[in-house]
């Protein structure tokens, strides 16, 4: 093939993506509602995590500064190729903008092209929620109908209907050490059909919980469970804890129950059994799903999920997008890759207009 060769638009594959703006995924979500698109996620996700040794897997790249994190986690098997950017900047309430900004792609991996650039900070909620219930359906009780968030910011509404609408869930107890972000949550699941208990204390919030996630943004190894807070047969959801030095788990919880993980060599390093040796026993959410190792064994059990976010479940979530704004018309193609009649002339873009 010479370099002056020329390609037909009918012979050429399209390079245009599709883009799904914050706009245009509010309008996806309120056309589908939250929860179908987190029990879309969720059959996703697993799914996705039954072909685990399919996918090429990696912990995500992480850059730390005194305020903050900001991450690439990409994955691929041998059809797509996806990555996310996000951050996490506890700080960035006080001036008025979100903890956690997110977008992402999710590429053809034959071609390298672009199939879909999308918001992921909605995204993100989603999927995060739905992890979390879908590792719920496996560890804890299947009588458990009492959730204690601890932590009500922007993640609370998600985990609540999650838990909701795929576990049964039937009320929250509710604790924050701001009034302001419960009083949110409060007001935001108003007609959820949920039993909602305000409390002063993340003690007194856990008090008859059958499960309690915590989800706090703070990036300081803190304390927010400790032993004396944790019942027999109870499931703990950590979801906070999700970088070095940032932690929500006494260790010695950790001790006392079974602890799973969704990457083991990226949670030893962000999750709250970064505080424990390294070999410390752990077992991985895809294997419970797949029957290689057991779940939950017994009711007095108590069971937790040491969760720090994954790049699977974001190519599963973007998945799921993509085919959702195909079906409903959503999104808009972009140019985000220059179209040429000859591939070897990117020079001669300059001048094709």
């Not at 799914?47 to 730390?64: E, G």
């Not at 968030?149 to 107890?173: C, K, P, T, V």
């Not at 390093?269 to 991985?284: C, K, N, R």
Request: aromatic share 6%; net charge negative; hydrophobic share 45%.
């Amino acid at each position: 093939m010479t370099a002056n060769t020329t390609f037909s638009s009918a012979t050429r594959p399209s390079v245009a993506t599709l883009y799904l703006s914050a706009p245009e995924m509010v309008r996806l979500i309120c056309r589908q509602g939250v929860k179908a698109c987190i029990a879309g996620i969720a059959e996703n996700i697993r799914a996705d995590f039954l072909r685990w040794p399919d996918f090429d897997k990696s912990a995500r790249v992480a850059n730390h500064s005194e305020d903050g994190v900001i991450e690439l986690m990409p994955i691929a098997d041998d059809r797509l190729y996806s990555f996310k950017y996000v951050n996490g900047h506890p700080k960035n309430t006080r001036i008025g903008l979100s903890t956690v900004m997110a977008f992402g792609v999710l590429a053809d991996v034959a071609t390298g092209i672009p199939l879909l650039l999308s918001e992921l900070t909605l995204t993100t909620a989603l999927r995060t929620a739905a992890t979390s219930a879908l590792a719920a359906q496996a560890l804890a009780r299947p009588d458990s109908r009492v959730l204690a968030l601890i932590g009500n910011g922007a993640q609370s509404e998600f985990q609540a209907l999650a838990f909701q609408h795929l576990l049964g869930i039937e009320s929250l107890r509710l604790f924050d050490v701001d009034p302001a972000a419960t009083a949110k949550l409060v007001a935001n699941l108003n007609h959820s059909g949920l039993n909602i208990t305000v409390c002063a204390s993340t003690a007194e919030a856990v008090q008859g919980a059958d499960i309690v996630s915590t989800l706090t943004a703070d990036k300081t190894n803190a304390t927010i469970l400790t032993p004396d807070m944790v019942q027999p047969g109870m499931h703990i959801n950590g979801v906070g804890g999700d970088c070095p030095g940032k932690t929500e788990l006494h260790a010695d919880i950790l001790q006392r129950g079974s602890v799973f993980v969704e990457f083991t060599p990226q949670t030893r390093t962000e999750g709250d059994i970064q505080q424990m040796p390294h070999d410390f026993a752990v077992t991985e959410l895809w294997q419970v799903l797949a029957g290689q190792r057991p779940g939950r064994q017994h009711a007095e059990e108590v069971t937790v999920f040491d969760s720090v976010g994954f790049a699977l479940e974001d190519y599963s979530a973007l998945r799921y997008m993509l085919e959702t704004a195909t079906a409903l018309g959503l999104g808009e193609t972009i140019a985000l890759i220059p179209e040429m009649d000859d591939p070897k002339n990117l020079f001669g873009a300059l001048f094709a207009q």
